[in-house]
């Protein structure tokens, strides 16, 4: 076991999302959580019950808490902030975790990677779906030309969010729900009134780390805002992104339709093709050595490695944040998904909102490096499968005859 000494002294900034960050980091054999912080009581009070008997301090202000000196800081607070708060840790001396979407505007996307230069202090956004098992073999398949030439990729995010305003006590009422109560001192939730779309990292972030490449341009429509739960947003929006390599990924986001929340993806290839609909729990595969005649096979890989602790959220994704995030600092090496991928998973997003406010027009989408894009390392971190799952037919009478 590590020596405290060796390990990584990590505080928590918002306890709400944080506390799946809070358990995680004190999972993490490397990692010591010595401080955490949240303005609200209720969620302080739920830290304490997770922290047990640790020396964990648990303060009310963020400052309170950069005081302590931390050596890393794992932020979970409002969207809005998010950028000003890691901003203020680089500014203290800690190396960043953050959590999506990291920053709301290209100015603040800037400003992170200009302090992450002047700092010399590593910024890491904790995209968890990145992380995403069966991504894993996706990545592999992929490099061994299983489905020849990726030109086409498709994702969805389907989370429906209808509690968008918030009281002072932090408890969440739907629009409808505060109208029967008669309340008026409510405040929308960051993502109320956030464009959807920009609210897309946990579909193009694995999308992009699969195929090794990042986007160019974006053109992004808008449907309508007839969600009368949730009135401060168009009720879902589709993005076109062209790639450097010259593939297009479609993504569509909503958060207003009534419906089980699901992650969709979907990759097509010049020889095949594969997909995998979160709600099912396994991927559909129809490589270049497939007869069409034969149809789907179904590979029975999941959200989470075997042996995963699935109780770390996310189907296991979580957790592994604060473990490669940890992992990296420590041996010194550059995180999974460092300041500049940041760019390429976040920046899309905001990019593809304002082609929306412009009724569709294609936009460009700028490369914020000091040198050209030549590839993620982000496999470096993760690794590859070994071996190969057995697949076996998932729709046997499917034929060209539909």
Same mark, same amino acid.
């Given at each position: 076991?590590?020596?405290?000494?060796?390990?990584?002294?990590?505080?928590?900034?918002?306890?709400?999302?944080?506390?799946?960050?809070?358990?995680?980091?004190?999972?993490?054999?490397?990692?010591?959580?010595?401080?955490?912080?949240?303005?609200?009581?209720?969620?302080?009070?739920?830290?304490?019950?997770?922290?047990?008997?640790?020396?964990?301090?648990?303060?009310?202000?963020?400052?309170?808490?950069?005081?302590?000196? *931390?050596?890393?800081?794992?932020?979970?607070?409002?969207?809005?902030?998010?950028?000003?708060?890691?901003?203020?840790?680089?500014?203290?001396?800690?190396?960043?975790?953050?959590?999506?979407?990291?920053?709301?505007?290209?100015?603040?996307?800037?400003?992170?990677?200009?302090?992450?230069?002047?700092?010399?202090?590593?910024?890491?956004?904790?995209?968890?779906?990145?992380?995403?098992?069966?991504?894993?073999?996706?990545?592999?398949?992929?490099?061994?030309?299983?489905?020849?030439?990726?030109?086409?990729?498709?994702?969805?995010?389907?989370?429906?969010?209808?509690?968008?305003?918030?009281?002072?006590?932090?408890?969440?009422?739907?629009?409808?729900?505060?109208?029967?109560?008669?309340?008026?001192?409510?405040?929308?939730?960051?993502?109320?009134?956030? *464009?959807?779309?920009?609210?897309?990292?946990?579909?193009?972030?694995?999308?992009?780390?699969?195929?090794?490449?990042?986007?160019?341009?974006?053109?992004?429509?808008?449907?309508?805002?007839?969600?009368?739960?949730?009135?401060?947003?168009?009720?879902?929006?589709?993005?076109?992104?062209?790639?450097?390599?010259?593939?297009?990924?479609?993504?569509?986001?909503?958060?207003?339709?009534?419906?089980?929340?699901?992650?969709?993806?979907?990759?097509?290839?010049?020889?095949?093709?594969?997909?995998?609909?979160?709600?099912?729990?396994?991927?559909?595969?129809?490589?270049?050595?497939?007869?069409?005649?034969?149809?789907?096979?179904?590979?029975?890989?999941?959200?989470?490695?075997?042996?995963?602790?699935?109780?770390?959220?996310?189907?296991?994704?979580?957790?592994?944040?604060?473990?490669?995030?940890?992992?990296?600092?420590?041996?010194?090496?550059?995180?999974?998904?460092?300041?500049?991928?940041?760019?390429?998973?976040?920046?899309?997003?905001?990019?593809?909102?304002?082609?929306?406010?412009?009724?569709?027009?294609?936009?460009?989408?700028?490369?914020?490096?000091?040198?050209?894009?030549?590839?993620?390392?982000?496999?470096?971190?993760?690794?590859?499968?070994?071996?190969?799952?057995?697949?076996?037919?998932?729709?046997?009478?499917?034929?060209?005859?539909?």
């Amino acid at each position: 076991m590590s020596s405290t000494q060796n390990k990584l002294k990590v505080g928590v900034l918002g306890l709400r999302r944080g506390i799946t960050h809070l358990r995680n980091f004190l999972n993490v054999e490397d990692a010591e959580v010595i401080a955490c912080a949240d303005r609200l009581e209720a969620p302080r009070e739920r830290a304490k019950e997770v922290i047990g008997d640790r020396p964990v301090k648990i303060v009310k202000e963020y400052e309170e808490m950069l005081e302590l000196k *931390p050596d890393a800081v794992a932020i979970a607070s409002n969207g809005r902030l998010q950028a000003e708060h890691s901003v203020m840790a680089m500014e203290a001396g800690c190396h960043v975790l953050s959590e999506v979407p990291g920053a709301y505007t290209q100015e603040e996307i800037v400003h992170i990677v200009s302090v992450a230069e002047q700092t010399g202090k590593q910024y890491m956004l904790a995209e968890n779906s990145c992380f995403l098992d069966f991504l894993r073999y996706w990545r592999k398949w992929v490099m061994e030309d299983r489905f020849g030439s990726i030109s086409i990729a498709d994702g969805e995010y389907l989370h429906y969010l209808p509690a968008s305003l918030h009281a002072p006590d932090g408890v969440r009422y739907t629009p409808t729900r505060a109208r029967e109560k008669g309340l008026k001192d409510l405040k929308p939730i960051w993502r109320a009134d956030q *464009p959807p779309i920009q609210y897309l990292t946990h579909d193009l972030g694995p999308l992009l780390n699969v195929m090794d490449d990042r986007v160019v341009s974006v053109t992004c429509k808008e449907g309508p805002w007839w969600q009368v739960n949730a009135p401060l947003r168009s009720d879902g929006q589709i993005a076109l992104f062209q790639t450097a390599k010259g593939s297009l990924i479609r993504i569509l986001v909503t958060l207003n339709t009534r419906r089980p929340g699901a992650h969709n993806y979907r990759l097509f290839g010049t020889l095949g093709s594969v997909e995998w609909y979160s709600h099912e729990g396994f991927c559909r595969r129809f490589d270049r050595n497939r007869e069409e005649r034969e149809g789907w096979e179904c590979v029975d890989i999941g959200s989470a490695a075997r042996g995963d602790d699935k109780t770390s959220g996310h189907g296991g994704t979580d957790i592994k944040t604060a473990y490669y995030f940890t992992k990296a600092i420590l041996e010194g090496k550059t995180v999974p998904i460092d300041v500049y991928r940041m760019c390429d998973i976040t920046l899309p997003g905001i990019i593809a909102a304002r082609s929306a406010e412009l009724g569709g027009q294609p936009v460009d989408v700028p490369d914020i490096r000091r040198k050209p894009f030549d590839g993620t390392d982000f496999w470096e971190h993760v690794g590859l499968p070994e071996e190969e799952p057995e697949g076996y037919t998932y729709r046997s009478n499917m034929g060209t005859n539909f």
